[in-house]
């Protein structure tokens, strides 16, 4: 009996390897293979030149870029701590005191993807006006629209890690053992969405540098508008600057999962800690 | 010891000294936000859809909604809504498969890591640039058409499908999906090994499990992100604009059109009249959504 | 006593007119005539104390902001850092791929703010739309623009301009000789305009251009709808965005733009090649004007008197343009004349389209262009 339970859980791990190694593998050639066609052409000569590294070396003769990387950068930093502060602990709020409000976030959440880009800067643009006019034009200033811009993304991302776990219980039992609402947000719920709340800081940053539209239109110059200026010298600097800034973007995301301490799982040791710490 | 047996939120209307404090209070966590929010995007928004009843003199006007009905943007809304259907649905059933794949594997690996960081980037990646990686891909003068052409088969053989609407679902996946991958993770790192176990023990199969165990679970999340995956594919331009400038065949196209140009075309007013109706489609879908998320928690209860 | 009172009138009259000339002089002194307040409404160089005055001003504020001037059109990157590199003053270019529309959007949308475009480059029906948003100016060169490419205060001025053309990749593609080569198989999926005409002015132009090829006349478009109605069906059209790495990548060989902007390509492609029909040289020329409200009126004024002198000009001559002041250049003996020897050649008569020309033409193809081409 138990031989055949073995076999039974070997070969259903095999139906999982396999299927695992043929998703994986499927969705790789289907997205990485339009990448490489993008450096391969970014590595052409012109006309019957050999193929050069010309466009990419010159990426770094461009002085501006420098200041627009250094200012994307800030805004993604500022732009993913001012939502995850202002996002998570509302959520989860709203989660255990007024759930009845849970709709109304859900759509105001869903609202700045519903309109484009181009039609929220004209609405955007007297308010950047009042505050270039009365507290500073920085460029550091576009966070406030970012954030606003990340909601979408970091709302279905934290929704969905707070809905895998009963928030509800935890904290009661946590507020029961004497803790205050800091240490249960700090020390409860976020370790426990630690996927969640990484997956809306990716999504974050990925905006922020891929941002175009609104930088572009209240005339300030972050990386990907840099980005389309540099672009125009010719067709290989163009798509050789955009791969570079895809790159640019994955190894800050790679670093930024180093944060993640990921126990994922809600440890006894948690809620022990916080009797510890409570009791004094 | 004394706050053992209270409950964290009552559950009782009317006690009137309790119940009364207690609502205002409630309130004040979501302040903040909402503050925020309504600086940042209710006002705007008001300032943009507000803009749409107003003329080139600033007179009281339903002229711009009239404007509505003309053909060509009756059909950029149907197919925009088409469009956006298809590679939410689509994009949601492929990114929940790549998410599981990645789901069941080391949640400390260096593939997750890898995967995820690859799916933030690419999930907003877009525009031209990507246009323009699907053209030299599969596009009349990209490698892999050249390939096919060269072994007989001319897949442009009816038509340049790249440059129209199927070719541009498929470019939209590539942000899709590696979207869905992000949203939907976190709900299927909620699913604990040990429920698999537990049917299993209970004489379940795979059936048993997804069907009354993981999916209902799931079933929130998925279809939540696949409301953020239409909205998401209702408002790009970029892209659409990159590979079909022609024609315009997508509402948000038709909007840039109305704001942007050189000709003369500018006229704010309508352009902020189609937000309005993005607005309210969005809006019809939301609640569409939320009426299939009670009936599915209903069906799977 | 007559003559001790006349004296003294005399003598009153005399320190008169030698305070009033003092005064006179005193305005006409560097040191204090091109402030910041005059040359917010300074019509001319001389209204503001002289050329020396301007740049004195002009450095002083230190900074000019441009939009929608990206270097590698009609050689604008060579006409900004000889403004740098002559006056030190250091210029931000924004917004590189905006529109005329966007220009005017992003004037009044910044309005006072020290971000806002100084000057603006912007076609014709977009530039007409908004004179209420420029401050009249005239170069020193002003007398050398026609009538009819000026606005008689000053309020915009032509700039530079060229003709509508279809450029090729003679490598990928047969040589064009007329319009209508485009309908063969040939060219079977190798044929973009650049931009959607009821936008962009190139597109639009673009059709028009084709109309005229075919026998329409300026006032009506439609005969160039109808061509492009054609070559889509016959599959030749591709409705895609034309970039320069759609050109290189020879995924669009063949693109109806205008000629100056098309021979950039020449730098990706060497094979490049500009046709223009001889019974269909359509040509248009772009606009300046200085906002109201430009952040640095002195360097702004300062730009416009460097795109209008001779070096102004023969960069943009460089960049396959021709200049407004293109005609008493070539009197004149300063025009660049290697430069003038390669502008694409030209062998027939010019068609200009008016105003209402243009706005019944993109009214037409509001209506119709994107029925004929889905």
Same mark, same amino acid.
């Given at each position: ?280 | ?17 309790? !119940? @009364?404090?207690? /609502?205002?209070?409630?309130? =004040?966590? $979501? ?5 925020? &929010?309504?600086?940042? +995007? ?83 990646? !877009? @525009?031209?640039? /990507?246009?323009?990686?699907? =053209?030299? $891909? ?5 490698? &892999?058409?050249?390939? +096919? ?153 | ?374």
């Amino acid at each position: 009996m138990a031989a055949v339970r073995g076999g039974f859980q070997r070969s259903k791990r095999l139906k999982l390897q396999v299927f695992r190694t043929v998703v994986l593998l499927a969705a790789g050639i289907f997205f990485l293979v339009p990448i490489g066609a993008m450096f391969e052409f970014s590595t052409r000569g012109v006309g019957d030149k050999p193929r050069t590294l010309e466009a990419w070396q010159s990426i770094g003769t461009y002085p501006d870029l420098v200041a627009a990387i250094t200012a994307s950068l800030e805004l993604a930093a500022i732009t993913t701590i001012v939502m995850l502060v202002l996002l998570a602990p509302t959520m989860v709020w709203v989660r255990l005191k007024l759930p009845g409000l849970s709709p109304i976030m859900e759509f105001v959440c869903l609202l700045p993807l519903t309109i484009p880009a181009i039609v929220l800067v004209v609405g955007l643009a007297p308010i950047y006006n009042w505050m270039g006019n009365n507290f500073s034009d920085s460029i550091l200033t576009l966070s406030f629209a970012y954030v606003v811009l990340v909601l979408p993304y970091a709302y279905r991302s934290l929704e969905a890690g707070l809905a895998a776990i009963d928030v509800k219980t935890l904290s009661e039992a946590a507020r029961s053992l004497g803790a205050g609402w800091l240490t249960v947000m700090w020390r409860i719920i976020v370790p426990n969405i630690s996927s969640a709340i990484l997956n809306s800081a990716f999504l974050s940053v990925a905006l922020v540098l891929g941002e175009y539209t609104i930088a572009n239109n209240l005339l300030y110059n972050n990386l990907q508008v840099e980005i389309a200026f540099l672009g125009r010298a010719n067709a290989g600097v163009s798509i050789a600057v955009a791969v570079a800034s895809l790159v640019f973007a994955f190894v800050i995301l790679v670093l930024l999962s180093f944060f993640n301490r990921g126990r994922g799982r809600l440890q006894l040791a948690d809620l022990q800690q916080v009797m510890r710490t409570e009791r004094g | 010891m004394t706050i053992a047996g209270a409950p964290a939120v009552s559950t009782t209307a009317g006690r009137p000294l309790l !119940g @009364g404090r207690r /609502l205002p209070l409630d309130w =004040i966590g $979501t302040v903040p936000f909402l503050a925020y &929010v309504a600086v940042f +995007l209710f006002l705007p928004t008001v300032i943009v859809l507000g803009g749409s009843v107003f003329d080139a003199n600033g007179s009281l006007t339903l002229v711009n909604f009239s404007h509505l009905s003309r053909v060509y943007i009756v059909k950029a809304t149907i197919q925009t809504i088409g469009l956006s259907a298809f590679t939410a649905v689509v994009g949601a059933i492929l990114g929940a498969l790549v998410a599981y794949a990645i789901a069941v594997g080391n949640p400390q690996g260096l593939l997750r890591r890898l995967t995820l960081s690859v799916s933030g980037v690419l999930a907003q990646f !877009g @525009g031209v640039t /990507l246009a323009f990686a699907f =053209i030299a $891909t599969i596009g009349p003068a990209g490698f &892999v058409y050249l390939w +096919l052409a060269q072994h007989h088969a001319d897949i442009y053989a009816r038509s340049t499908w790249l440059f129209e609407l199927p070719g541009l679902a498929l470019v939209y996946l590539y942000f899709q999906i590696p979207l869905m991958v992000l949203v939907f993770l976190p709900a299927l790192d909620g699913i604990k090994p040990q429920w698999r176990e537990a049917t299993e023990s209970l004489g379940g199969g795979t059936w048993h499990y997804w069907r009354y165990v993981a999916g209902p679970l799931l079933a929130p999340a998925f279809l939540g992100a696949t409301l953020l995956l239409f909205a998401n594919s209702f408002s790009a331009y970029a892209t659409a604009n990159a590979l079909i400038n022609q024609g315009q065949p997508v509402i948000s196209q038709q909007i840039n059109g109305a704001l942007s140009g050189e000709v003369g075309s500018f006229e704010p007013g309508f352009a902020k009249a189609i937000a309005v109706e993005m607005v309210i489609i969005v809006t019809l879908v939301t609640v569409l959504y939320s009426l299939l998320q009670r009936r599915t928690s209903r069906w799977l209860q | 006593m007559n003559v001790g009172s006349l004296s003294r009138r005399l003598g009153l009259a005399v320190v008169a007119v030698f305070v009033v000339a003092a005064c006179g002089s005193s305005s006409n002194n560097t040191s204090a005539s091109c402030s910041e307040s005059t040359a917010k409404t300074a019509t001319s160089a001389a209204a503001c104390g002289g050329m020396d005055a301007l740049v004195t001003a002009a450095k002083a504020e230190g900074k000019l902001n441009i939009i929608a001037t990206p270097p590698d059109w009609a050689n604008y990157g060579e006409a900004i850092n000889g403004f740098k590199a002559k006056y030190g003053i250091d210029i931000t270019s924004d917004n590189p791929n905006g529109s005329s529309q966007d220009e005017i959007n992003a004037v009044t949308q910044l309005g006072t703010s020290s971000r806002a475009p100084d000057v603006l480059d912007m076609g014709k029906a977009v530039t007409l739309a908004n004179v209420a948003l420029y401050a009249p100016y005239k170069v020193a060169t002003w007398g050398d623009i026609l009538d009819s490419q000026k606005e008689p205060t000053g309020l915009w001025w032509q700039d530079y301009g060229g003709y509508m053309s279809i450029g090729y990749d003679s490598s990928k593609v047969p040589a064009i000789t007329s319009v209508d080569d485009l309908l063969k198989p040939e060219f079977k999926g190798k044929v973009a305009l650049n931009g959607n005409p009821k936008q962009a002015n190139a597109a639009l132009n673009g059709v028009m251009m084709a109309s005229l090829a075919e026998g329409g006349t300026p006032d009506d478009i439609s005969k160039g709808v109808d061509f492009f109605k054609r070559l889509k069906q016959a599959g030749n059209f591709i409705p895609v965005q034309a970039t320069t790495a759609t050109v290189k990548n020879g995924t669009t060989p063949v693109v109806f733009d205008w000629d100056y902007l098309s021979s950039s390509h020449g730098t990706d492609v060497p094979t490049w090649k500009i046709f223009e029909q001889s019974n269909a040289i359509l040509g248009d020329y772009y606009n300046q004007a200085i906002n109201k409200n430009a952040p640095h009126p002195a360097a702004a004024r300062l730009w416009e008197e460097y795109l209008y002198s001779d070096t102004g000009q023969n960069d943009w001559l460089r960049g396959k343009a021709r200049p407004v002041r293109m005609a008493a250049m070539i009197k004149a003996g300063t025009i660049d004349k290697t430069a003038a020897a390669a502008l694409p050649a030209v062998n027939g008569t010019p068609v200009f389209l008016t105003d209402s020309q243009a706005s019944n033409a993109k009214n037409f193809l509001t209506a119709h262009w994107d029925a004929a081409i889905s």
